[in-house]
């Protein structure tokens, strides 16, 4: 079709050829394939002139507006390529969406006021493409195969134990993980159905409970609640250390057994291939790792 316009427009092969950058030969074949498609000619050709005929000329018509959009979204793709605009998916746990991403979301946001972040914040195990996202954050355990993984947020963070001192003036301090098993626990339990382990460590020794206690909250988006429940004196609280310490700076929990906190390594930021990755990603991917040395 492109081929058709410049040689109309140009009013013959070999003027169409220098102008384009092609062989008059192929602008010739490339014409006759699409009269062969149509069923229709649509150039009269003499030795002198190639004109438009009454079918050709209502093809030109239509034909220039038409080109001419789709060049435009072709443009808008080319830009998209190098240039970050337009929308970045996130499929993250809430604990990250609460302890990682505020400290990297704003900065990134003011250097590219074109992307706009979408974060879809669950804890249940789901495929990155599927869910239409673009990249995920997952520990190490959970990440899925065959995927691109860098660090993103601290590199080491720990599982806090926590009541009030209300609580703890009421029922005693622990000094031994086994002391839970006599003591109230806030448990959690994931969208998968199983209810979370508590494990302890300290000195390469390993201690893994399953206490009980009044209240069961789903990981995640009852999360909260529970803590709320822990201020309030209902029990002793197992939870990341960073979601907790605002409520050990005001004093409304109190810290246990801090010693046999078991350390983790922090999450990793995945995503499906470095290939033709969109704008968006590449531009949060570089931002990571520039926070990565910086950090």
């Not at 963070?157 to 622990?174: C, K």
Request: proline share 7%; charged share 25%.
């Amino acid at each position: 079709m492109n081929a058709f316009m410049s040689v109309a427009r140009a009013g013959g092969f070999r003027d169409a050829a220098r102008s384009g950058g092609m062989s008059p030969s192929g602008l010739s074949e490339a014409v006759r394939r699409l009269e062969t498609q149509l069923g229709v000619r649509l150039l009269n050709r003499t030795t002198r002139s190639v004109v438009p005929t009454e079918a050709g000329r209502r093809l030109l018509d239509r034909l220039g507006p038409a080109l001419a959009e789709v060049e435009s979204a072709l443009d808008v793709v080319n830009s998209a390529r190098d240039k970050p605009i337009g929308t970045l998916r996130l499929n993250v746990p809430v604990s990250a969406a609460r302890l990682v991403l505020p400290a990297l979301l704003p900065a990134f946001l003011a250097a590219y006021p074109e992307v706009q972040v979408e974060i879809i914040a669950e804890d249940s195990f789901v495929d990155l493409l599927t869910s239409g996202c673009d990249a995920g954050i997952r520990y190490d355990e959970r990440l899925e195969q065959d995927m691109i993984a860098i660090p993103i947020g601290p590199r080491v963070q720990r599982f806090a134990v926590a009541a009030s001192p209300a609580y703890l003036d009421r029922h005693g301090r622990p000094q031994h993980p086994q002391d839970l098993l006599s003591h109230a626990c806030i448990r959690g339990r994931f969208s998968s159905g199983m209810i979370n382990a508590w494990e302890f460590e300290r000195a390469g020794q390993l201690v893994k409970l399953e206490p009980s206690g009044p209240l069961i909250v789903r990981i995640g988006t009852a999360t909260d609640l529970g803590v709320d429940a822990a201020v309030a004196g209902a029990g002793i609280i197992y939870l990341f250390e960073d979601w907790l310490r605002p409520y050990f700076d005001r004093g409304q929990l109190e810290p246990i057994l801090e010693s046999w906190w078991q350390r983790f390594s922090g999450p990793f930021l995945y995503f499906p291939s470095r290939h033709l990755m969109p704008a968006p990603l590449r531009a949060f991917v570089d931002f990571v790792k520039a926070t990565n040395r910086d950090e």
